[in-house]
Nanobody, 114 residues
Framework: QVQFVESGGGLVQPGGSLRLSCAAS????????MAWYRQAPGNRRELVAG???????SYADSGKGRFTISRDNAKNTVYLQMNNLKPEDTAIYYC????????WGQGTQVTVSS
């Protein structure tokens, strides 16, 4: 059974930083394009950043220049470094393959507020 466990969220002031982690089990992320998604209240879940199995990253416009996605295949873990956070980044963040192949994990809540 494939599971993703996201962690690292929290409450941060505007301009602050967070590093999210996603630990995968039941699948080897090295074989997959992985991605971070987020869902804010009342909004649809959206793609935030992706990284191919070759390590090539891509970003939604909302995160360009502020977010960095990376992966550690040896740890079967994907990361999202988020800098200069804004209130509009407030959401639950999830990871999964891209395109999504597996059930969503519980996500990690990111709240950006002063």
């Amino acid at each position: 059974q494939v599971q993703f466990v996201e962690s690292g969220g929290g409450l941060v002031q505007p301009g602050g930083s967070l590093r999210l982690s996603c630990a995968a089990s039941g699948t080897i992320i090295a074989k997959n394009t992985m991605a971070w998604y987020r869902q804010a209240p009342g909004n649809r879940r959206e793609l935030v950043a992706g990284i191919t199995n070759y390590g090539s990253p891509s970003y939604a416009d909302s995160g360009k220049g502020r977010f960095t996605i990376s992966r550690d295949n040896a740890k079967n873990t994907v990361y999202l470094q988020m800098n200069n956070l804004k209130p509009e980044d407030t959401a639950i963040y999830y990871c999964n393959t891209n395109p999504r192949d597996w059930a969503w994990g519980q996500g990690t809540q990111v709240t950006v507020s002063s």
